[in-house]
């Protein structure tokens, strides 16, 4: 792509209009959002698209020119929010974009730097595995499947978490052989997010559970899995893979879950489990996704 001439008009700056390149050439003025890293979260994505919108419009409104937004990342985003940056008319230039383009330009060696040793040039095992993975839970279908859910939620949780996470405990039963837990990923990291959240959230031992439903989990699931977590047991964080993303009135039992109990539950959807896959795939970590669902679940209490 030609850069053409890569500026900053001043009327903008003067208007404090965000943002991060701005480039004009024989098709016009582009306007490009570096993120690093990029949104994983569905809140996150849509209010990063809003904003590049109200951006655009600002501009418009100032030049009278519509400028093609541009969002560039080190990483990749889940098929899910492609679609939602591309139906909003914004061009997404991820890692192997940027890879094919520095290619092009004979800067393959500049752009290793900035994505990585593992940066898109060739195929891995990495990705042949985040590929199978994937392809493997799109052929699970939600309903009586479970068994067969719950073992690829398995293969995926080492897949992404192991290590730092230690390999999986299967199916452990608590001392009164009353509560039952999917699997347990003990956790003795040493540092990054997993050793935060130890310390943080008591996440010695991390509780996952999956449900295999064609629609939204319920109150009770929550409930369930928070019966699970105690202080002096497993600890008091838990993931529960779900293949839809959970209706927003579960929002309330999990915020009465971490306010009144210090339980945090963090549900992730298929769309997730993509972001999370795109991002081991990539080099990157895919405990990345679950700071940010965190923290905006913690903005929002």
Not at 81 to 100: E, M, N, T
């Amino acid at each position: 792509m030609n850069l053409g001439r890569v500026a900053s008009d001043d009327r903008l700056r003067e208007r404090d209009i965000d943002f991060d390149i701005e480039f004009t050439n024989d098709t016009g003025m582009h306007i490009v959002e570096c993120k690093v890293p990029g949104p994983q979260t569905r809140q996150r994505v849509r209010t990063l698209i809003e904003r590049l919108l109200d951006t655009s419009g600002r501009i418009e409104e100032l030049t009278g020119c519509s400028p093609e937004m541009i969002l560039a990342i080190p990483g990749e985003l889940s098929p899910e929010a492609q679609k939602q940056f591309s139906s909003a008319g914004i061009k997404v230039w991820d890692r192997a974009w940027l890879a094919a383009n520095a290619v092009k330009v004979g800067r393959a060696g500049e752009a290793t730097q900035f994505l990585g040793e593992h940066a898109p040039f060739e195929s891995s095992q990495l990705d042949d595995r985040a590929d199978d993975l994937l392809e493997r839970l799109k052929g699970v279908p939600p309903g009586p499947n479970w068994v067969e859910y719950q073992k690829l939620c398995r293969e995926i949780a080492e897949f992404l978490f192991c290590p730092p996470l230690s390999p999986p405990l299967w199916e452990r039963p608590n001392f009164s052989s009353v509560n039952r837990r999917d699997l347990i990923l003990p956790n003795y990291a040493l540092d990054g997010l997993w050793a935060y959240l130890r310390t943080r959230y008591q996440a010695d031992h991390v509780v996952i559970d999956a449900k295999n439903y064609a629609e939204s989990i319920k109150k009770n699931e929550i409930l369930q899995i928070a019966n699970y977590l105690q202080r002096h047991g497993v600890g008091l964080f838990a993931l529960i893979f779900s293949r839809t993303e959970p209706d927003s009135r579960l929002l309330y039992t999990l915020r009465e879950q971490w306010v009144l109990h210090d339980k945090m539950i963090v549900v992730l959807s298929d769309a997730d489990v993509s972001q999370m896959l795109s991002d081991k795939r990539t080099g990157g970590d895919p405990a990345e996704l679950l700071r940010q669902k965190i923290e905006d679940f913690r903005l929002s209490v």
